[in-house]
């Protein structure tokens, strides 16, 4: 395994657009590797309001629609991480209305207040923010059109506006979506915010290695990415976690899926990954590999894997 700085030596600078990852591309499912598997299905099914797709033994899968978003993956053995590692900043699940936004917003004020850490109106987004109880961050949000997004220098203006949930409330929970009657709505990964040692490092495996845009950075403390010009599909900081180095076995961030749109854009990511000296695990449907900090990610054709 590569130490994080090793990763200083990709030219960044060098991607030609046949180094990118497809304009398509998506999030796919964040796999949590969790303690308690009963109590994080009642959070993620009661409160988060996503519905189990499949339950087989030690594990549960939960999305919207037939799309999987959280998959729980039930190991007691072990412990939590111990602070300052790197791993899951959150999983953002991204809702195609704000009336769908508002009622899980409501649906978490009525079951679990205690778990709302915050709300932003970040002008491409508005965004409510949780944790699970073992832990885990969680971004709620919709997207306003991407008409409304605005670009300078192929950089995209967020900002971190004030937004009253209670007022958000009012103007977008209907009494039908209070009931339930977004329930079977979609919704799904919008986005994964990972923490990592360096943002240098992240940006030469995330840009540079994997294909991501840059579509914004904050100096030495964060670098947001993206396929097709999106906002961003990740994101890496080291708030909590400068200096971190690789993870060891731990409760959280068990993987991370992208969805690509087809055979050849798996077979030009996996030849790109092993250009940059990533060991890649492929079972012929599926490419596995971890980032510079063990943070295993793995990409598959949607549908495929």
Do not use: C
Not at 125 to 153: C, K, M, V
Not at 264 to 291: K, P, Y
Request: without cysteine; proline residues 4%.
């Amino acid at each position: 395994m590569r130490h994080p700085e090793q990763w200083l030596y990709l030219h960044v600078n060098d991607v030609t657009p046949a180094d990118k990852l497809a304009a398509d591309a998506a999030m796919g499912a964040v796999t949590l590797l969790v303690g308690d598997l009963d109590a994080m299905t009642r959070y993620y099914r009661d409160v988060v309001t996503l519905q189990v797709i499949a339950a087989d033994g030690d594990t549960v899968t939960l999305g919207r629609a037939g799309r999987p978003i959280v998959v729980l993956r039930h190991e007691p053995a072990l412990k939590h991480a111990t602070p300052g590692s790197a791993g899951l900043f959150h999983t953002a699940i991204l809702f195609e209305s704000q009336r769908a936004l508002a009622a899980a917003l409501y649906s978490v004020a009525q079951h679990a207040p205690g778990t709302f850490t915050g709300s932003a109106d970040h002008l491409v987004s508005q965004a409510f923010y949780f944790t699970d109880p073992e832990g885990n961050g969680i971004e709620l949000y919709w997207d306003r059109a991407r008409t409304a997004w605005s670009w300078t220098h192929g950089q995209i203006e967020m900002a971190t506006l004030y937004l009253d949930p209670n007022q958000f409330l009012r103007e977008h929970l209907t009494e039908d979506a209070a009931l339930g009657s977004t329930a079977a709505d979609a919704a799904s990964v919008g986005h994964v915010h990972l923490s990592v040692g360096d943002v240098a490092s992240a940006r030469a495996f995330y840009v540079g290695a994997l294909g991501f845009d840059e579509t914004a950075g904050l100096g030495n403390q964060a670098v947001f990415v993206s396929a097709g010009g999106y906002h961003h599909h990740m994101a890496m900081n080291v708030w909590n976690s400068r200096g971190a180095g690789p993870r060891m076995p731990a409760l959280g961030l068990g993987r991370v899926d992208l969805d690509l749109p087809d055979a050849d854009a798996l077979g030009a990511l996996a030849e790109r990954l092993r250009h940059h000296g990533v060991t890649v695990r492929d079972d012929g449907r599926t490419l596995a590999f971890d980032d510079p900090w063990a943070n295993l990610l793995q990409a598959t054709v949607a549908g495929r894997g």
